[in-house]
């Protein structure tokens, strides 16, 4: 729920993690998954020079110079790779030479933002 109102607002996470990631449990049988800090938060059409985030759950067309826009598709990237992990049992997705997660990565151009036409 907490995407659809993102895309909703046209309001991109740009930081979706494990540790941004709270469980409330509700009852006995039911639980609150609960999306938490939005400090880089911003719309779609907000640009930054700086790529900000955890580089292990960043969408490819976040380090890619080439790509026009980033959208609500990049969260949706990361949510899914916290998935995976969960489905699998994976404590990170990391590879031998991957940056540092608290990386800030500088472009060329900046961070593409915006819808895709």
Sequence with gaps: MGLIQLKRFDILHRDIKPGNILVRKRTQETFQIILADFGIAGKYTE??????????????????????VVDDRSDVWSTGIIVLEKMYRIDKI???????PNLTLKGRNGMRSGRRK
Excluded: L, N
């Excluded at 640009?47 to 026009?68: V, W």
């Excluded at 990391?94 to 540092?100: D, E, F, R, V």
């Design 47 to 68: 640009q930054s020079e700086y790529f900000y985030g955890t580089a292990y759950y960043k969408a490819p067309e976040i380090f890619d110079e080439t790509a026009d």
């Design 94 to 100: 990391k590879k031998k030479g991957t940056p540092s």
